[in-house]
């Protein structure tokens, strides 16, 4: 078991834990924080640290899923990253959160964790035309 964390701009992460528990149902230890215009980031920060200090005394690993790459979530976890044990990835998408959540009561070691979620995400990333195309190439055969 693990503690999700999903941090992002604005109500992302908050819409993103809303959709994918439309999806599959209630999630458990899924925690949404946002960086909204012209709030206290250090105040946001000192709620995550918080809630990473409380999972690491209940002897819970934390995954963090952030939006975007050396966006502020990106470098207010990052700069956490020597000082509290986490995993993080950024460029979180729904597929990757889906996937998060449907393998938090498997034992499963968080290197490899990341490794297939990041794999996850990027597979749920297609362009659409060239799908329609060999969809259209396959039906001529």
């Known amino acids: 078991m693990y503690k999700i964390i999903v941090f992002t701009h604005g109500e992302l992460s908050k819409g993103l834990k809303e959709t ?6 209630p ?3 899924v925690e949404t924080y946002g960086i909204t215009l012209g709030c206290d980031t250090n105040l946001v ?3 995550v640290k918080a809630s990473i200090e409380d999972a690491s005394k209940n002897d819970l690993s934390v995954l963090v899923l ?3 790459y050396f966006g502020t979530p990106f470098n207010l976890m990052m700069s956490l990253m020597s000082s509290h044990k986490f995993s993080h990835i950024t460029g979180v998408n729904l597929p990757m959160l889906l996937e998060a959540i449907s393998m938090q009561d498997e034992n499963i070691a968080m290197d490899e964790l990341t ?3 990041t794999e996850k995400g990027k597979e749920a990333i297609v362009d659409c035309n060239k799908f329609a195309q060999a969809l259209l190439k396959n039906k001529e055969k």
């Open 20 to 25: 994918a528990e439309l999806i599959s149902g």
């Open 27 to 29: 999630a458990k230890n």
């Open 45 to 47: 920060l000192e709620e």
């Open 66 to 68: 952030s939006d975007l």
């Open 115 to 117: 490794a297939d979620l």
